[in-house]
């Protein structure tokens, strides 16, 4: 079984994709590493390469007032991305890089142990429910995978570039509060 330690300083050494030789920061997670709420994402960000942590940028900035809409902070829920290093540009993680990860992200998630995991966009939810998952037509529903209840939301970096569909997250941050509060009541209450 991993600890975290463990987990960490080899995902620290990995040069599994080419990502490896052009971060600057391992962007590993931040939160509650026994929180029973995950939030994934795709990659890091120009800012969460450079400081070494996920969502602080522009886009964590909204994350953050997402979670306080539903009286969350990061203290009390575990984000994390599909690829831990910062694709240049940028640009979506190719499929290479997204595999090269995929273990470090199973590993977190078997640690953590979430009975809720929300993907945070396209890319996460394609990873973790189903390849073919459309984000405009699906997001805000709940799919059962091993065991965990999972949802897609619109990643904040696309409610930034289109606010028009701020509505339909603010409706999905409603599902997810009333999901969190039939699963995980103790928690976050």
Not at 104 to 127: F, H, N, S, T, Y
Request: a neutral charge.
């Amino acid at each position: 079984m991993d600890s975290w330690e463990k987990l960490k300083n080899d995902c620290r050494g990995c040069m599994g994709c080419s990502l490896g030789r052009t971060r600057h920061h391992l962007v590993f997670a931040d939160g509650s590493e026994s929180a029973e709420l995950m939030f994934i994402g795709e990659g890091p960000g120009e800012q969460e390469d450079l400081q070494g942590l996920p969502f602080v940028g522009p886009a964590g900035k909204l994350l953050d007032q997402m979670l306080k809409m539903i009286d969350l902070d990061r203290s009390k829920v575990y984000i994390a991305n599909t690829v831990k290093c910062r694709p240049p540009g940028n640009r979506d993680p190719l499929a290479i890089e997204q595999e090269a990860c995929r273990g470090w992200l199973d590993r977190q998630i078997a640690l953590v142990d979430p009975k809720i995991i929300v993907c945070l966009g396209r890319i996460a939810a394609m990873e973790l429910i189903k390849e073919d998952f459309r984000i405009t037509r699906e997001h805000g529903q709940w799919f059962d995978i091993g065991g965990r209840r999972f949802m897609a939301t619109y990643h904040p970096s696309a409610l930034l570039r289109d606010p028009m569909k701020r509505p339909e997250a603010f409706m999905d941050l409603r599902e997810l509060r009333k999901e969190i509060r039939a699963v995980c009541a103790h928690t976050y209450l």
